[in-house]
């Protein structure tokens, strides 16, 4: 009786476990398919779309900080405008920035060594606005290289943090061991980190050899910041839904969760990308 009972326990779990996988594929690909589309129709289509994703995951966010406002919504719509579709000011976006990488180091640092993060109970505000408006703030600005619509590096950035996740995934599920930061992601390894860090750098290749604009040291560096920064922003995320007791930010995407949950390391990521891409291009 026990050995049927295991048994059954065990076809049980793989045929939950191969469901998952294939709601996780269909829905990932429909996204991915979606985003792509946007990107190369139009950079109206393009902001639109990132505009609407900004509404969706900020919605999922305020729910997250236990924060109602429909300021924020206003910030968000005046920031994409001002600050990416049609820029006032350049000097305010170096300024936005330097701040707004100054606030995710500080998430950063919280995220290691405090146990709750203060800007989620008194300073709302400043995440809502220099961690999520500004993570699209800058994801919006960084196909606008050199002043001009380039499609083709926010595919291939989105890329590197795709395969980043995927390789993390696999290679976790398959070979982790070693946590990564177990008291805010359990599920996260080293190897999983490591993996995913090496995907993204064969990745890199790739995108050098099919879409080029930069040499291969830029993509491989970019391979690096996605990587590191991407999977410190899915770890902030983690820390903000342990705070708030949810398992997900939302249900949009089946076998994702919500917006949010597929965003978060693009969020934290492309300040670290753009203020790249803009050094690159001074240089050159």
Request: charged share 15%; with cysteine.
């Amino acid at each position: 009786m026990e050995v049927v009972q295991k048994t059954y326990i065990c076809y049980y779990w793989k045929t939950y476990n191969m469901k998952e996988v294939i709601v996780r594929t269909i829905s990932g690909v429909l996204y991915i398919a979606i985003v792509i589309f946007s990107m190369f129709t139009s950079r109206e289509w393009f902001m639109g779309l990132f505009f609407l994703l900004g509404v969706m995951t900020l919605t999922e966010f305020l729910k997250l900080i236990h924060l109602k406002s429909y300021l924020a919504y206003l910030l968000l719509a005046a920031a994409l405008f001002f600050l990416s579709y049609n820029i006032f000011e350049i000097n305010a976006i170096y300024l936005l920035l330097i701040f707004s990488c100054f606030v995710n180091l500080f998430l950063f640092k919280d995220l290691l060594w405090v146990s709750k993060i203060p800007m989620f109970e008194k300073k709302k505000y400043i995440a809502v606005f220099f961690y999520l408006i500004s993570g699209f703030i800058f994801l919006t600005l960084i196909p606008m290289y050199n002043k001009t619509f380039t499609p083709n590096i926010i595919i291939g950035v989105f890329i590197l943090i795709w395969t980043n996740d995927t390789f993390a995934y696999v290679i976790g599920k398959g070979f982790g061991k070693r946590k990564l930061l177990e008291r805010i992601s359990p599920k996260k390894t080293i190897e999983g980190f490591i993996g995913g860090l090496v995907g993204a750098i064969c990745a890199s290749f790739l995108i050098f050899q099919y879409i080029g604009l930069f040499d291969q040291m830029v993509w491989i560096s970019l391979a690096l910041i996605t990587s590191v920064f991407g999977t410190i922003g899915d770890l902030i995320q983690s820390k903000f839904k342990r705070q708030a007791g949810v398992k997900d930010s939302g249900a949009l995407i089946p076998g994702h969760g919500g917006l949010y949950d597929r965003l978060d390391s693009m969020i934290y990521a492309s300040p670290f990308i753009y203020g790249f891409l803009e050094i690159v291009a001074h240089v050159s």
